[in-house]
């Protein structure tokens, strides 16, 4: 499938996120979510400033204009385009999630990071994978900073970015 053609990356935060994040936790854990990656592979990431991002990441709520509409709090948590041009590589997250630091054994929120995680998978250009214990499974679960890149996952990335 798809891939950057660079290993360098760059990414950004677009307007409003959760206000039940402060916003330096914000970009811990999604700096935290790009290093899962970075360490296993050549990439590097670095925010964008004002100039245009790679990933461009943003919260929305329901229809967003990329007739995949997000469906309120659960179900659906977040999305990733492959890697390409323009929306290529950007996170949308579903704004009406109770996002949370990771960490914070809070059972009503979701943590940020894991799925941030697995999105930048999808954003790198990585499918979901049928490895139940693997990040690009298709289904949620709490990580924290500790978390080591399954193998599966590793092996992923070192086919695209090795
Ligand atoms: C069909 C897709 C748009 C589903 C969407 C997803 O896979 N986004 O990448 C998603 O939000 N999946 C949920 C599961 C579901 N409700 O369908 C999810 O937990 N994905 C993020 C995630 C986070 C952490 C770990 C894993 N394995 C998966
Ligand atoms: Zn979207
Ligand atoms: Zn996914």
Redo the contacts with the bound molecule.
Sequence with gaps: GPKWDKTTLTWRINGSTPSTMRRTVLDSEIHQALLLWSRHSKLKFYPSGSNPADILITFFSRDHGDN?AFDGIG??????FFPGPDFGGDVHFDADETWIETGKKDPSGTGLF??A???FG?SLGLS?SPIVE????????D?DFDFELPQDDINGIQALYG
Excluded: D, K, N, T
């Excluded at 179900?75 to 990733?80: I, P, R, S, T, Y």
């Excluded at 693997?134 to 679960?141: C, K, N």
């Design positions: 995949l179900g659906v948590l977040a999305h990733a894991g799925v995680a697995h999105e999808h979901h693997s990040l690009m499974f298709p289904y949620y679960r990580i």
